[in-house]
């Protein structure tokens, strides 16, 4: 099986102790502080902040989180606009207004930093990693780079677009989006700081073209998120068992359509796709951790004949069973 990413981030944070977010702050530019300077937060899992002020004004961020939930505070401030980029994981936010976003692999999420003042992520996968450019348009407006004010960067105008409403937005992912943030992800040592200021004005320059209606995220009730992770745990809790999406439907009161779309946006997958995942990920532990036969395993994992499970298993992991406990067991 490749490697999972939750893996990936969790070999990152393992020499945080859990309920922390190590913070870290690099200041390379000369300004008034941003909101995010006071930045509390709050987790039972553990995570890691770094930030870099680059500009007067503008700060870049990096964010790695394994964990079920954070919960942030910082000074609010609507004049502050933050652009947040989800790289890996998936991260349901619940900012002021209720609603929440859920952001997947190359979406945005652009606000005012009083929208977030006091807020949550909830991460359905476990684990988070992003990176957000946060902007002073106050400043902006006194005196921007040069470089935004050649193509025209006009302060007001972004904060017309996406403060004055008092509403987050998620914008999906994009070549845009994608070409700005990614080189972020791999930049180490010297070549960091430098990274982070070349693409804090790409991600400014980018945001001038969104238009905040086209395209944009649904936000769901936490009612309804609520009631999907209640779907979620009752598949998880019968993975011997199958349920089509009339019967859920029926069990919880909720129309077909709906429980596709919400459950998506949650989770990141369709119903069945990510049921299918999971019992591939039980079969292999029990291949690995249990001297169950491969006709045991199977109907542990909800099918009727072995020659099914071991055409998915094969689809799935790339090797029968027999082969794959073979392998593991060395």
Same mark, same amino acid.
């Given at each position: 099986?490749?490697?999972?990413?939750?893996?990936?981030?969790?070999?990152?944070?393992?020499?945080?102790?859990?309920?922390?977010?190590?913070?870290?702050?690099?200041?390379?530019?000369?300004?008034?502080?941003?909101?995010?300077?006071?930045?509390?937060?709050?987790?039972?899992?553990?995570?890691?902040?770094?930030?870099?002020?680059?500009?007067?004004?503008?700060?870049?961020?990096?964010?790695?989180?394994?964990?079920?939930?954070?919960?942030?505070?910082?000074?609010?401030?609507?004049?502050?606009?933050?652009?947040?980029?989800?790289?890996?994981?998936?991260?349901?936010?619940?900012?002021?207004?209720?609603?929440?976003?859920?952001?997947?692999?190359?979406?945005?999420?652009?606000?005012?930093?009083?929208?977030?003042?006091?807020?949550?992520?909830?991460?359905?996968?476990?684990?988070?990693?992003?990176?957000?450019?946060?902007?002073?348009?106050?400043?902006?407006?006194?005196? !921007?780079?040069?470089? +935004? $004010? /050649?193509? #025209?960067?006009?302060?007001? &105008? %972004?904060? *017309?677009?996406?403060?004055?409403?008092?509403?987050?937005?998620?914008?999906?992912?994009?070549?845009?989006?994608?070409?700005?943030?990614?080189?972020?992800?791999?930049?180490?040592?010297?070549?960091?700081?430098?990274?982070?200021?070349?693409?804090?004005?790409?991600?400014?320059?980018?945001?001038?073209?969104?238009?905040?209606?086209?395209?944009?995220?649904?936000?769901?009730?936490?009612?309804?998120?609520?009631?999907?992770?209640?779907?979620?745990?009752?598949?998880?809790?019968?993975?011997?068992?199958?349920?089509?999406?009339?019967?859920?439907?029926?069990?919880?009161?909720?129309?077909?359509?709906?429980?596709?779309?919400?459950?998506?946006?949650?989770?990141?997958?369709?119903?069945?796709?990510?049921?299918?995942?999971?019992?591939?990920?039980? !079969?292999?532990?029990? +291949? $690995? /951790?249990? #001297?169950?036969?491969?006709? &045991? %395993?199977? *109907?542990?994992?909800?099918?009727?004949?072995?020659?099914?499970?071991?055409?998915?298993?094969?689809?799935?992991?790339?090797?029968?069973?027999?082969?794959?406990?073979?392998?593991?067991?060395?």
């Amino acid at each position: 099986m490749k490697k999972e990413l939750f893996s990936e981030t969790a070999e990152a944070l393992k020499d945080i102790p859990n309920g922390t977010i190590l913070k870290t702050r690099r200041q390379t530019a000369e300004g008034g502080a941003l909101p995010t300077e006071q930045l509390e937060t709050w987790t039972e899992g553990k995570g890691a902040i770094e930030s870099f002020a680059v500009f007067p004004g503008i700060e870049v961020s990096l964010h790695r989180y394994a964990a079920e939930r954070v919960r942030f505070r910082h000074a609010a401030d609507g004049s502050v606009i933050a652009v947040n980029h989800c790289r890996t994981g998936r991260a349901g936010w619940r900012m002021r207004g209720g609603g929440t976003i859920y952001l997947g692999p190359g979406d945005l999420c652009i606000h005012s930093m009083d929208d977030c003042a006091e807020s949550e992520i909830e991460l359905p996968l476990g684990y988070y990693e992003g990176a957000a450019v946060a902007a002073d348009l106050r400043a902006l407006a006194a005196g !921007a780079p040069e470089i +935004l $004010r /050649e193509a #025209g960067f006009d302060a007001r &105008e %972004i904060y *017309r677009r996406f403060c004055a409403g008092g509403s987050p937005f998620g914008i999906p992912s994009s070549a845009s989006a994608e070409a700005a943030f990614s080189p972020l992800y791999a930049a180490r040592g010297a070549m960091l700081v430098p990274y982070c200021k070349l693409k804090a004005i790409e991600v400014l320059l980018c945001i001038m073209g969104v238009q905040p209606a086209a395209g944009e995220i649904t936000r769901y009730g936490s009612e309804q998120t609520e009631l999907i992770k209640e779907i979620r745990n009752f598949l998880m809790e019968n993975l011997d068992k199958r349920f089509t999406i009339e019967e859920l439907s029926k069990k919880y009161l909720l129309n077909t359509s709906t429980l596709k779309a919400v459950f998506k946006a949650v989770y990141g997958q369709p119903v069945a796709s990510y049921v299918r995942e999971r019992r591939m990920k039980l !079969a292999a532990k029990l +291949l $690995r /951790e249990s #001297g169950a036969s491969v006709a &045991e %395993i199977a *109907r542990a994992v909800g099918y009727e004949t072995q020659g099914k499970f071991t055409k998915a298993f094969k689809e799935s992991v790339g090797e029968t069973p027999a082969e794959y406990r073979r392998r593991q067991r060395g």
